[in-house]
């Protein structure tokens, strides 16, 4: 089974949409800029790091970007069944999982970068990361200081991140040193995110996401508040809002994964942290990255490869390099052309069906082999609708 994970703030880097330009998944970056008011193809393209680095841009260039790369890997035809996103990537998750609209996800991550680094401004925060220390004797460290210090981030065994005032955080981290920790590291961040410092924004997202339509999830979403699996949009409203000041347990959403089956982990988004800390919490797990176009030929081959005990993959997880899905452009009702059924061939540019009143072709020929929508249901942006065979 196929997880993909959503890249978070701190992966974001200049230029890292570049790769991305000529894509057709491109035109989302449009939609986005529309969106958020903003010119997010300067984020994406011409940015430094600097500019990046302030959390109000790297978030919407982080999310963008995820958004983008998902959007790629579904035209070659590739879904997963869960989805789970570091901090930030929590949005790029339940936008995947169709839970919100892309406009909508657009414009509560606008709101999220500007919060919480209004917040981050006073008082003023700062985080780091503790290696080779458990998370019991982490915790242990942060409650022996006097100040304000907490547990930010449970990222994986051995990897924990603390944050909070600058004096605490330094004194925590001694402590955790004296407790066996290998190395205390300081993040670049602006802001103690994650923690009881946040609190302005967690008041001021709030009202964002009460004006936000917010439906049930397809497939299985972990959040990062409790590391469970949750439906119901209302408690997701919850647990969002709570997300910016409760810590990230990181650690446990791989383990609630591999609990439910999942052996494929696919980190969607600019950069690859996800992947190794898979890597750090997960023994055999099958682990790509997707950041470049280059990627989407690996990932299609890692996919459709035989296992190591040369079984190949069970049907709905073996991938043809040749199948393709055709996506939404517009959310919005689908209705498919009257008489079109699995089994019959599809020119390139052929009319496929219509979305309200926008018109969907596909942008290759092959045989349909299969509708992913059915007539009359209300499909997302981005959501795949048919699966054809190229030919």
Request: contains cysteine.
């Amino acid at each position: 089974m196929i997880a993909f994970t959503y890249s978070g703030q701190g992966s974001q880097q200049p230029g890292m949409g570049a790769p991305w330009s000529d894509h057709p998944s491109w035109e989302l970056v449009a939609e986005a800029s529309e969106a958020a008011g903003r010119d997010v193809a300067h984020l994406l393209l011409d940015a430094d790091a600097d500019e990046l680095r302030s959390t109000r841009n790297a978030q919407l260039a982080t999310f963008v970007t995820s958004m983008v790369i998902l959007d790629a890997v579904a035209r070659l035809g590739i879904d997963a069944a869960g989805h789970a996103g570091h901090s930030l990537g929590e949005y790029s998750a339940l936008t995947a999982a169709g839970a919100l609209d892309f406009p909508d996800a657009v414009a509560l991550v606008v709101e999220r970068g500007e919060a919480m680094q209004s917040a981050a401004e006073d008082p003023v925060g700062t985080m780091a990361a503790i290696l080779g220390l458990d998370d019991a004797g982490v915790e242990e460290a942060c409650e022996e200081v006097d100040g304000s210090v907490w547990v930010a981030n449970y990222n994986a065994p051995g990897q924990v991140v603390i944050a909070g005032a600058p004096d605490a955080v330094a004194a925590a981290g001694e402590a955790a040193k004296a407790r066996g920790a290998k190395r205390v590291a300081e993040l670049e961040v602006s802001g103690a995110f994650h923690t009881p410092f946040m609190s302005p924004a967690r008041d001021r997202l709030g009202e964002a996401l009460d004006r936000t339509e917010l439906r049930a999830p397809d497939g299985v979403v972990v959040a990062n508040v409790d590391g469970g699996i949750h439906s119901n949009p209302a408690t997701w409203r919850a647990l969002m809002n709570a997300q910016l000041c409760s810590p990230v347990r990181w650690s446990q959403t791989i383990q609630t994964l591999a609990g439910e089956g999942f052996t494929t982990f696919v980190e969607l988004g600019p950069g690859s942290i996800l992947t190794g800390l898979v890597k750090r919490s997960l023994k055999g797990a099958l682990r790509l990255t997707v950041n470049t176009p280059d990627h989407l030929d690996t990932l299609l081959d890692a996919l459709a490869a035989p296992s190591d005990d040369g079984v190949e993959s069970p049907e709905g997880e073996h991938l043809f390099a040749t199948d393709r899905m055709v996506v939404s452009p517009c959310a919005g009702i689908f209705m498919p052309v009257s008489g079109l059924e699995p089994g019959h061939q599809v020119a390139a540019g052929a009319l496929l069906g219509h979305i309200g009143a926008a018109e969907v072709h596909s942008p290759f020929a092959g045989e349909l082999m299969g509708w992913l929508a059915v007539e009359t249901e209300r499909v997302n942006s981005s959501k795949p609708i048919a699966w054809l065979r190229a030919t």
